[in-house]
């Protein structure tokens, strides 16, 4: 049989093979066989160069012709199929209109929403004012003016999404008491709940977008004594009767600084087993001090004639402690069988 011959053949089988297929699998697998590097084409192209000279152009040509004759068969079916498929679907998916709608439950406040109107409505019966500041920072008001130098190595404890235009977004709610204080004179009793953004890994206990609310306050002769009360009481009636306790740390804004832990709500200290506390009994809540006199220069007041405390907290913390949640992913999940608990 000649070359010309063989691919009348070909076309002839293939495209009597295609008008009895239905599935798009089989239409692939014939595509290959018949068309692909190894196909069935190719294997008879090869034997093109026993054939005359003279007749090799008019076989490429024909070659061509039964690849596209192909081609549009297996393009046709492919089509045909898939709107058969869809048309069958959309039957089988029709709405009966006259069947009685299915009653949808009442939503409810998100747990972290609970935990932030709680906290916000705390501070604002000790007399603490609301603030909203911009979640678009500048260096100066995200680190400098709070006792960052440039090469602070404090900076790298939070890796920062920073902007093309020099801005950055907020790694923390703190940048409030600068934009306060700059414009307003003591006393000042400020809380500033907001989003805030670092560039954390998304893990059990870290998300790249979370939430803070930050505290300040800021008059004369304020002590770290009214600062610890403060904090005990606003801890007291969130979680109930914890015990609270305060240990040296650092914060480049404060002097002196303070992290605050409460007792594990959930094993009391008494499981060494316990995935919230990894046994230790306390769970730390927060970062506080004393407001730094050189922030406090920063903004144009005298640290010998008035001080502050200032103290910031993730609201995300504060509810994953108050309902025993051990991965802050579940918050953001929007998981219904997760959120219907609350």
Known sequence: ???????????????AAIADLSSEADLE?????????????????RGLKDAPPA????????????????EDGLERALGELR??????????????VTVPARGWPPGHRHPLRTATEDAVDIFERMGFEVWDGPEIEDDEHNFEALNFPPDHPARDMQDTFLLPDGKLLRTHCT????????????????????????????DMTHAPMFHQIDCFLVDEAVSFAEMKGLLTEFLTAFFGDVPVRFRASFFPFVEPGAEV???????RGSDPAC??????????????????????RAVGYDPEAVSGFAFGVGLERLAMLRHAIDDIRLLTENDLRFLRQF
Request: proline fraction near 5%; glycine fraction near 8%.
């Open 261 to 267: 832990d409460i007792g594990c709500a959930v094993c």
């Open 55 to 70: 007749e090799r152009p008019a076989i490429g040509e024909r070659a061509n012709t039964a690849k596209r004759a192909i």
């Open 83 to 96: 709107a058969r498929h869809a048309a069958e679907r959309l039957a089988a998916e029709r709405v009966d």
């Open 29 to 45: 697998r014939l595509r290959v066989e018949v068309l692909g590097r190894k196909g069935a084409l190719t294997a008879i192209l």
């Open 175 to 202: 940048p409030s008491q600068i934009h306060v204080m700059r414009t307003r004179k003591p006393p000042l009793a400020i809380i500033t709940p907001g989003t805030t953004y670092r560039r954390d890994v998304h």
């Open 1 to 15: 049989m000649s070359v010309a011959a063989e691919i009348d053949a070909l076309e002839t089988r293939s495209l």
């Open 275 to 296: 995935r919230v506390c990894k046994g230790a009994g306390w769970l730390e809540i927060l970062g506080a001090g004393m407001i730094h006199p050189n922030v406090l």
